[in-house]
């Protein structure tokens, strides 16, 4: 999932999302650097992109989509799957969707010695232009795949995923619940 998942999966803690956000930013796993929190942080945002990665139906739905998507197909499911998780957020969390923005974006980070410039510069820059406010439309989730495909190093088609998500929504909408049952169940959300 992407930052919205990640996020959900934070169970209500502003400071465990920030420092489940940061996972993205640290490579190894030398972690004792970082302060328990952080490192909880880190490690939780792994066991998130391990549960995906590795979960069977979305395996299933990375490689039929592969044709669509080749290279990038597991990218878009993680950005298919924020935009499901958003548009249905009532049903997975009894805060409603802005609350639990606001209540994110609102949030001062305590361990800000903790983190790198960059990641302090990207977290400034969700909470300014609001990115995860447009996640529930359609409109938003074609600005996330065409911003993360203009991010990556290589050459890709993630910006026709709006496309791809409206041609396949039944199939991606059946996966993602499967995996918010299971992913819900693993996590202990």
């Not at 465990?16 to 956000?21: K, P, R, S």
């Not at 640290?26 to 995906?52: E, M």
């Amino acid at each position: 999932m992407n930052y919205l998942g990640h996020l959900y999966f934070s169970n209500n803690n502003p400071e465990l999302m920030v420092a489940n956000l940061y996972g993205d930013y640290v490579k190894g796993s030398k972690l004792d650097r970082f302060s328990v929190l952080v490192q909880r942080g880190i490690r939780l945002h792994r066991a998130i992109d391990n549960f995906i990665d590795t979960h069977p139906d979305v395996l299933a739905l990375n490689r039929n989509l592969y044709e669509e998507l080749p290279k990038v197909s597991g990218i878009a499911v993680d950005l298919f799957f924020d935009h499901l998780l958003a548009r249905n957020w009532s049903i997975y969390h009894d805060m409603p969707y802005i609350q639990f923005l606001e209540r994110f974006y609102a949030h001062q980070i305590i361990s800000q010695v903790e983190y790198t410039e960059d990641f302090l510069k990207f977290i400034e820059a969700m909470r300014t232009h609001d990115w995860l406010s447009h996640y529930p439309s359609s409109y938003g989730l074609l600005k996330s795949c065409q911003g993360v495909s203009r991010k990556l190093s290589f050459p890709n088609l993630l910006d026709t995923g709006a496309d791809v998500f409206k041609k396949n929504e039944d199939e991606i909408t059946q996966c993602f619940k499967k995996y918010m049952h299971d992913a819900r169940f693993y996590f202990k959300i």
